[in-house]
């Protein structure tokens, strides 16, 4: 009997994956399939993300030999290489889960048509979203570009619940061949994933232990706690959602079902579906400002000042400490996040798209949706942005956010004997308080590379030429 392709892609799951349960519903053989493709695109997956990917694609192998099946890797264009199996296996559908980024909806457009001439049967389903991104539409039949009234509108219409783990998955009888995963080249040459190890578990076993002491643990603190990067109130579901380890329905019923006040939670989530409902009706978005008059912005591109951001060698210790976070774990706190965007393209002037790019390839977690508002929503040029001149002020967001400074001095540990009062500006400090810390301005830790009031006030005037345009 003509097997079915099951083609895996950002859906790394065996539980509510819907392109899987129609595969078995369709009653013949699956063979899975990952398809590895190295890109030029500037969009193709970063370090982390390959890392990730790496033992993700490790762990889908393992659960599908659990069951008897297996994971064929291959590489090169997705079209040619369905074609190779469609020829070597006599597989007469091929069934996959959408995503929505602009490249890949072009790619699959066309493998659909191309399929179909063929006489196979292409099936895509959505396993990636609550929401599809043109089910949600104001009154005019326009996209939302405000959050409030898009999550007002996404309640009116309840997501599914999660479709059901598959535990048998009928094989065929004889297997194409496959390449080894390590052929997929994509761990790094040099071994600077000790500190994703220690933090991370990669697939979906990790996934629902994650999602399962989220809900348990730390739930009902989220929506006060969410905010404090100093504490572990969030659901560090992210890189699991990105790969699609988990599914959004799975997270948003089980923090529903739980008994307690998921409002908070089950909003952010919807940011999520925020940021691919924008995503998929602007898609120009990941490379231009939303807002038209923010191309004309004058940004500074300073290839030092950008080296000392990335680096966390700013001198402004909440930014050097989510910085740092990023680079030693994959991953940074929203809140942290959301600071050291301000910095580099308020204070530092420097354009919001070099910062999407240094999260692109360092975050394990990097969502091209996601990052893009969360870019373009700092920067103050996107969806429902924070207004440009509300500039943050690294000193006092790490005051309130991180108040004993537990979160500094766990990444500068450079700055861990500082009293509580200097933590977050510690060029405050006398030299005798230095001194007794052992910090050494200008030597073990970075002066400031820029006053926060003078850049403030820089930012401010910048914004001014491009409003006046407007
Ligand atoms: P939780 O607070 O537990 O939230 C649960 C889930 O909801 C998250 O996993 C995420 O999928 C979604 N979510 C939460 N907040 C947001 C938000 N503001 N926007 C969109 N979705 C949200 N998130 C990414 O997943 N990938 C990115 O590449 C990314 N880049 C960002 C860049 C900037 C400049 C900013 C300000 C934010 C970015 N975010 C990104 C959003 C947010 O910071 C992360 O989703 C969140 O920190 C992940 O941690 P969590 O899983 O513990 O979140």
Known sequence: MAPTILWFRRDLRLTDNSALIDAVERGESIIPIYIHKESESRWSPGAASRWWLHHSLQSLREALEARGSRLILRRGNALDVLRSLIDDTGAEAVFWNRQYEPETIKRDTQIKSALKEQGIEPRSHNAALLWEPWAIETKQGKPYQVFTPFWKACQSQAPSRPEREVRKIPTPKDWPTSLHLEELSLLPKIDWAAGFRADWTPGEKGAKAQLRRFVRDSLERYSDGRDRPDMRHTSRLSPHLAFGEISPRHAYWEARDAGQDAT????????????????????????????????????????????????????????????????????????????????????????????????????????????????????????????????????SQGERYDPDGAYVRRWVPELRDLPKKYIHQPWAASPGVLAQANVKLGENYPRPIVDHAKARMEALNAYEKIKKKS
């Open 264 to 395: 908070k939670f089950l909003s952010e989530v919807a940011w999520r579906e925020f940021a691919y409902h924008l995503l998929y009706h602007f898609p120009e978005t990941t490379d231009q400002a939303l807002r038209p008059q923010f191309r004309e912005f004058p940004w500074a591109e300073d290839e030092k000042m950008l080296r000392a951001w990335q680096r966390g060698r700013t001198g402004y210790p909440i930014v050097d400490a989510g910085m740092r976070e990023l680079w030693h774990t994959g991953w940074m706190h929203n809140r942290v996040r959301m600071i050291v965007a301000s910095f580099l393209t308020k204070d530092l002037l420097i354009p919001w798209q070099r910062g999407a790019e240094w999260f692109w390839d360092t975050l394990v977690d990097a969502d091209l949706a996601n990052n893009t508002l969360g870019w373009q929503w700092t920067a103050g040029c996107g969806a429902d942005a924070a207004p440009y001149f509300r500039i943050f002020n690294p000193v």
